[in-house]
């Protein structure tokens, strides 16, 4: 049994409320503010020692003054040396990954409460590692610091950056900071996922850079994808680069004008794989769901089709909204489909679950009177892990089915 905390083990004493302390003890590690009963003295940041209304030690939390989510738990036990902690926690990710993150050398270190360090993303590119901080705990200097130098003992990466969104910092009160260099000088390289090469700009893209929870999802739809392929929100060419070695025509789609100068880039990084092709991956600056719409009016036909759109749900109460949204495509796409041919569908969207999407596409190939065969229902990559007890860590739905 874990003991009562005394003043010596922490300044600070957080008491929830009975709905908080029974949310501690099912598993998850989130209290939000709401469930804070007294939080006297509490500095942002700090480390406090969480107890249920009657003053029963449950843990020990890293404190938000100012996150809807108050406390977000690091420990069952009296938090004594949190460097130490932190060291540990960094090692045991690692080591986490080592068995089965393989033909990649791009892949995810930490990846928040999943890896018992909420708040605090790291993402591997080659010799680049790219951090993302996400919460006041996370950005104080005793944890930056020594979060880095656990990094750079254990992955001897040439450069360390830090991807910063601006957003984050401003719902948790922190002072603005510009994406940059933490450590060494290199901010760019190329990585391999699968055997494909993608080239990696440390201070542009998306998020930390790349949509690495998708790698194994890639891999699975090369088995599948033939023919001729439309890859929809295509970004920097993950998927269409991927199939694009098995199918005899690629179109990839996206909004974006840089992302695809980079998949162009991607391309002719692989272009030894892509020789025997009689036509290049055509890429396309478009709105994914204007050309779908056009594509299906005109009766264009795939033999293979990938929708992986960006996050529709932010929130619950864009479900129905997102749902709707979900359909359009999916159904634009069955339409276009020959006779036997692959579906290979994505949601990013955490609100939206997996039951939903599956119902979704279940009404969608309904309307477009076409039968859907589930070949493989899928999630993130592996080294984006999912703890049972905390539903949010789980997040991406990928479906492969074959349509009739």
């Given at each position: 049994?874990?003991?009562?905390?005394?003043?010596?083990?922490?300044?600070?004493?957080?008491?929830?409320?009975?709905?908080?302390?029974?949310?501690?003890?099912?598993?998850?590690?989130?209290?939000?503010?709401?469930?804070?009963?007294?939080?006297?003295?509490?500095?942002?940041?700090?480390?406090?020692?969480v107890t249920d209304h009657r003053g029963q030690f449950l843990g020990s939390a890293l404190y938000s003054s100012s996150s809807q989510i108050a406390i977000r738990m690091i420990s069952h036990d009296v938090v004594a040396d949190l460097p130490a902690l932190?060291?540990?926690?960094?090692?045991?990710?690692?080591?986490?990954?080592?068995?089965?993150?393989?033909?990649?050398?791009?892949?995810?270190?930490?990846?928040?409460?999943?890896?018992?360090?909420?708040?605090?993303?790291?993402?591997?590119?080659?010799?680049?590692?790219?951090?993302?901080?996400?919460?006041?705990?996370?950005?104080?200097?005793?944890?930056?610091?020594?979060?880095?130098?656990?990094?750079?003992?254990?992955?001897?990466?040439?450069?360390?950056?830090?991807?910063?969104?601006p957003r984050v910092r401003q719902l948790e009160e922190l002072p603005p900071r510009a994406s940059g260099l933490l450590q060494g000088e290199k901010t760019s390289t190329v990585f391999n996922m699968n055997a494909v090469q993608f080239k990696f700009e440390a201070l542009e893209g998306q998020k930390t850079g790349a949509f690495l929870d998708q790698r194994e999802n890639y891999a699975a739809a090369v088995q599948y994808a033939h023919g001729e392929a439309l890859d929809a929100f295509c970004y920097q060419g993950g998927f269409a680069l991927h199939v694009a070695p098995g199918c005899a025509q690629v179109c990839g789609v996206d909004s974006s004008r840089p992302a695809l100068e980079v998949a162009e880039q991607n391309a002719a990084l692989n272009h030894a794989q892509l020789k025997d092709k009689d036509k290049e991956i055509e890429w396309i600056e478009a709105n994914a769901f204007d050309l779908l719409k056009d594509y299906s009016s005109s009766g264009q036909r795939y033999d293979t089709i990938i929708l992986d759109p960006p996050a529709f749900a932010k929130s619950k109460r864009d479900l129905d909204a997102a749902?709707?949204?979900?359909?359009?495509?999916?159904?634009?796409?069955?339409?276009?489909?020959?006779?036997?041919?692959?579906?290979?569908?994505?949601?990013?969207?955490?609100?939206?679950?997996?039951?939903?999407f599956i119902g979704m596409l279940a009404d969608a190939?309904?309307?477009?009177?076409?039968?859907?065969?589930?070949?493989?229902?899928?999630?993130?990559?592996?080294?984006?892990?999912?703890?049972?007890?905390?539903?949010?860590?789980?997040?991406?739905?990928?479906?492969?089915?074959?349509?009739?």
């Open positions: 049994m874990p003991r009562k905390p005394t003043a010596s083990d922490s300044s600070f004493i957080v008491k929830v409320s009975p709905r908080g302390a029974s949310r501690l003890k099912d598993g998850h590690v989130w209290v939000y503010r709401s469930d804070i009963v007294s939080a006297d003295g509490a500095t942002p940041g700090s480390v406090v020692a932190l060291r540990q926690r960094v090692a045991d990710a690692i080591s986490y990954r080592q068995p089965f993150v393989h033909d990649t050398n791009a892949y995810r270190v930490i990846f928040s409460e999943a890896d018992f360090l909420p708040g605090l993303i790291v993402d591997r590119y080659s010799d680049i590692l790219s951090l993302q901080i996400l919460t006041q705990a996370m950005d104080s200097e005793i944890v930056r610091s020594t979060v880095i130098a656990e990094l750079t003992e254990r992955l001897h990466p040439s450069s360390i950056v830090e991807r910063v969104d749902l709707r949204g979900y359909k359009e495509l999916n159904l634009r796409a069955l339409k276009m489909l020959r006779p036997g041919g692959i579906l290979v569908t994505c949601s990013c969207s955490y609100h939206v679950s997996f039951s939903e190939a309904r309307d477009a009177r076409r039968n859907l065969r589930l070949i493989e229902a899928r999630g993130q990559a592996k080294d984006h892990p999912i703890l049972l007890n905390i539903p949010e860590t789980a997040y991406l739905k990928c479906v492969v089915a074959s349509v009739t």
